[in-house]
Nanobody, 127 residues
Framework: QVQLVESGGGLVQAGGSLRVSCAASGGTFILYAMGWFRQAPGKEREFVAAITRIGGTTYYADSLKGLVTISQDVAKNTVYLQIDTLTPAVTAGYYC????????????????????WGQGTQVTVSS
């Protein structure tokens, strides 16, 4: 059973940048891709970015391209999400997800492409 633990969230001021992390453990060899989703208050959970473990192919939500960067350290089973130019609109719970089945393109954007989820880390940006 794969476990995902996010870290790095918190209360930050607008204008800065932040990196959140997701550490995976337990059977990670089965994973094809890992991703980040976010959910703001009163809104549905939305896709942010994803990365394949082999090859490191990245996918980004169209609205967030250039604003966030996903990366990974495969040896550490850790995925990172760098959020640049923080604004209050970024405020949300950020959730790590991991999937064992192959996905590509927009197929990696949907939540049912992922089998495992973390508890989330809250990012709150003050103006």
């Amino acid at each position: 059973q794969v476990q995902l633990v996010e870290s790095g969230g918190g209360l930050v001021q607008a204008g800065g940048s932040l990196r959140v992390s997701c550490a995976a453990s337990g059977g990670t060899f089965i994973l094809y891709a890992m991703g980040w989703f976010r959910q703001a208050p009163g809104k549905e959970r939305e896709f942010v970015a994803a990365i394949t473990r082999i090859g490191g192919t990245t996918y980004y939500a169209d609205s967030l391209k250039g604003l966030v960067t996903i990366s990974q350290d495969v040896a550490k089973n850790t995925v990172y999400l760098q959020i640049d130019t923080l604004t209050p609109a970024v405020t949300a719970g950020y959730y790590c997800a991991a999937g064992a089945n192959r996905c590509s393109g927009y197929g990696c954007f949907v939540s049912n492409a992922y089998d495992y989820w973390g508890q989330g880390t809250q990012v709150t940006v003050s103006s």
